[in-house]
């Protein structure tokens, strides 16, 4: 018997695993198993039946979402369960359930990440960083500006979790001109911290900066059957990234003010460094040519009429097929894309259509609508923004925008509401999970550093998230609809 079986043999088991595992299956098969439920009723007495089908699709949401929430298993093979389940239970046919872990936001998604990859082998990253660093010189409150505003500008051509992975090392060497050890300090704190709150502050801006964004896109375009393109959806969350990203600096600077007022030596270490590295060099050059050329012809899509048809997915992929033509990347880079990741997002289409297409979410909504036949318009939307947030601190974002998302839709017209506020409110609560380190992975990559407790994240993460709602309410009520958004159908 080899070494790794004789390990496996002898690893103890895992009871808090094996719990979850089965309560994921418990809730599944009460769910499926049971008898059929009664109709929704929507205000005006219409009866929304729940068919075997949605119902099977419930349950297979209880079971991904106990197995995401508690990560019993990897959570691309989760994804890869929602599909399965359905085939095997006959929610929806194979050549359906399947279709969706190919559908284009997901592959947007891949080349997001590979656009990731090739701005941190090729040294980019560190190049601007070291330049940023080199400029704002020595003072502590200029390197937390410094660093959150080279974060938030970076997530919006690149996955949230690689500019974390990118800066992180950056982020360790600061903090070590600081401190003599990895010692926890409040400029640590504030350093790393902030660092995850603002990555996904600059993550709404741009499809580039998340899953999410693509996803919820996505939804509505199957949902309200409209298709919100790149330029729209950064015209509206421009604003509220940059003002969060800012509002987060200045928090940051109060809650964790440095014991000192500058680190000596740091501007001529930095200058150094990017001395090193030479030259920009020819492959720099190339990735980002081919990088901001699909940026610019993304935002373009709607001002020229022989682009319009060109769906986002396919201009995106052109960077991908170019990085390997011209051996900016290679084979193992393909390998090493986080594929994981990728299955994820595949069941969380998944699982968002097939609520959606067996009537489940319409069933839910209707049900849910009851308890705002009354609200205010305002007060709704806040409602909706909220669940999200709450949703997004302990589920992946992009599956608490596939659950969500669609019912909110169903929801808003009952209420005079557009869908255009719902779907940009919802995505603002969900890029900012400043809770727990389950929200997004820029957390738990900050928390590696061991400069603060996860009861500290979550302390300070309340007042952040208070923060939030406020500027979301105040743009809600605001600032979007005079910038021109709907907000309530005419």
Not at 49 to 57: F, I, M, N, V
Not at 85 to 90: A, S
Not at 277 to 289: F, H, K, L, P, Y
Request: with cysteine; glycine share 8%.
């Amino acid at each position: 018997m080899t070494t790794d079986a004789l390990q496996a043999e002898n690893r103890p088991i895992d009871w808090k695993r094996l719990f979850f595992l089965t309560l994921g299956l418990g809730l599944f098969a009460l769910v499926y198993l049971s008898p059929a439920w009664p109709d929704a009723i929507d205000p005006n007495g219409e009866r929304f039946a729940l068919s075997p089908e949605a119902k099977g699709a419930i349950a297979i949401f209880l079971l991904a979402g106990t197995w995401w929430v508690f990560e019993v298993l990897p959570i691309g093979i989760t994804g890869i369960t929602i599909g399965v389940l359905q085939v095997m239970f006959m929610v929806r046919p194979a050549n359906v359930a399947f279709k969706d872990f190919m559908e284009p936001s997901v592959l947007f998604i891949f080349a997001s990440l590979v656009i990731g990859m090739v701005f941190t082998k090729t040294g980019l990253t560190r190049r601007i960083a070291y330049k940023m660093l080199s400029i704002v010189g020595e003072r502590t409150s200029m390197i937390y500006l410094g660093c959150f505003v080279i974060t938030a500008a970076l997530t919006h051509i690149m996955a949230h979790t690689a500019v974390a992975a990118t800066m992180y090392p950056l982020l360790v060497t600061i903090h070590s001109m600081y401190a003599n050890d990895r010692e926890p300090t409040r400029f640590g704190k504030g350093l790393f911290i902030g660092m995850a709150w603002v990555a996904g502050a600059g993550s709404i801006v741009t499809l580039l900066g998340s899953a999410r964004g693509a996803v919820a896109v996505g939804f509505f375009k199957d949902v309200v059957g409209r298709e919100v393109d790149f330029f729209e959806l950064s015209y509206y969350m421009f604003p509220v990234g940059w003002v969060m990203t800012f509002i987060l600096w200045g928090m940051t600077m109060v809650l964790f003010k440095p014991e000192k007022e500058r680190i000596i030596g740091i501007k001529e270490r930095s200058a150094f460094m990017l001395k090193e590295m030479g030259s920009v060099t020819r492959t720099e050059v190339i990735s980002a040519v081919i990088i901001f050329s699909c940026i610019f012809l993304l935002s373009m899509r709607s001002f020229i009429p022989a682009l319009a048809g060109v769906d986002k997915t396919a201009i995106i992929l052109v960077s991908t097929i170019l990085f390997f033509v011209l051996n900016i990347l290679d084979l193992k880079d393909l390998e090493a894309v986080p594929w994981n990741i990728i299955l994820l997002f595949g069941g969380a289409m998944s699982i968002g259509f097939c609520l959606w297409e067996t009537g489940a979410a319409q069933w839910l909504a209707v049900n849910w609508l009851t308890l705002f036949k009354e609200s205010h318009w305002f007060i709704f939307v806040m409602s909706i923004a909220f669940f999200v947030l709450m949703m997004t601190n302990f589920i992946m974002n992009v599956a608490a925008i596939a659950i969500s998302l669609p019912v909110a839709l169903v929801i808003a017209p009952y209420l005079g509401v557009a869908p255009e506020v719902i779907l940009f409110a919802a995505l603002v609560t969900a890029g900012m999970p400043f809770l727990l380190l389950v929200g997004a992975a820029p957390n738990a990559i900050a928390y590696d550093s061991g400069q603060f407790t996860t009861g500290e994240f979550f302390g300070y993460g309340i007042i952040a998230s208070i923060v939030l709602m406020v500027v979301t309410g105040i743009f809600v009520l605001l600032i979007w609809p005079m910038m021109g958004m709907p907000i309530l159908l005419t």
